[in-house]
């Protein structure tokens, strides 16, 4: 009976806090300022929106009628256009907190992704109807749908910038500065990570030839 009871309230505290990106993408300041520093958002509710919206991002990709968008599904890789949201989203998050650390931001890593999932709503509010409308759309009706698709991205961005001044409590331009300098530090994790994986290739390479060598004499 307990454990019923236990995850009715997890499972009651999880739709209510994945029901909060509706709130927080029309009241934003006090959405996402409620978010973290009220504890209205949850882990588990950013996962399943960052799905979701990887979801609606593949669906595009097949369902999009071809008046609008013509691809080659066979020729698609499935795990690039994953990669394409979620790579980003793991540089972003790293280099955003590791920045903001060192300036006095009040945004722990967790909050900084957890609000950040929560931005991406717009996207698949939007591309959904999208979809299904991008079937029976004319070619005059086809810069409509490209107009409301590029309103679910800039509406996103706008919101990512709401939620980096209400988790690191900085002003609007300081916000905007260090989200650049975020885009410049991801340019430097990249670095970073193809340097080690060559060094890791060249070491493995020459350990590989040396084993060759001796296995040959």
Same mark, same amino acid.
């Given at each position: ?33 409620? +978010? ?11 996962? %399943? ?11 595009? +990709? ?87 698709? %590029? ?49 890791? %290739? ?16």
């Amino acid at each position: 009976m307990f454990t019923a009871l236990k995850k009715k309230e997890t499972y009651t505290k999880y739709f209510a806090s994945l029901k909060y990106a509706l709130y927080c993408i029309t009241h934003p300041l006090d959405g996402f300022w409620d +978010l973290t520093h009220e504890k209205r958002g949850s882990i588990a509710a950013a996962n %399943t929106i960052l799905i979701i919206t990887v979801m609606t991002k593949l669906a595009k +990709l097949y369902f999009t009628g071809f008046m609008i968008n013509t691809v080659y599904w066979p020729e698609i890789n499935i795990f690039l256009h994953i990669a394409a949201i979620v790579f980003p989203l793991a540089l972003f998050c790293v280099g955003n907190w590791g920045l903001t650390t060192l300036f006095d931001g009040k945004g722990r890593l967790p909050q900084i992704y957890m609000a950040t999932c929560y931005a991406f709503t717009p996207y698949p509010l939007l591309q959904i109807p999208l979809i299904l409308v991008s079937n029976v759309v004319t070619a005059e009706e086809a810069q409509l749908y490209h107009t409301l698709s %590029t309103v679910s991205l800039v509406w996103a961005a706008a919101l990512i910038v709401a939620a980096m001044i209400q988790i690191h409590e900085y002003s609007v331009s300081k916000t905007v500065f260090f989200l650049i300098a975020s885009l410049f530090a991801m340019l430097v994790i990249v670095f970073v990570l193809l340097l080690f994986f060559s060094m890791i %290739t060249q070491g493995l390479s020459y350990f590989v030839s040396i084993y060759r060598e001796l296995s040959f004499r």
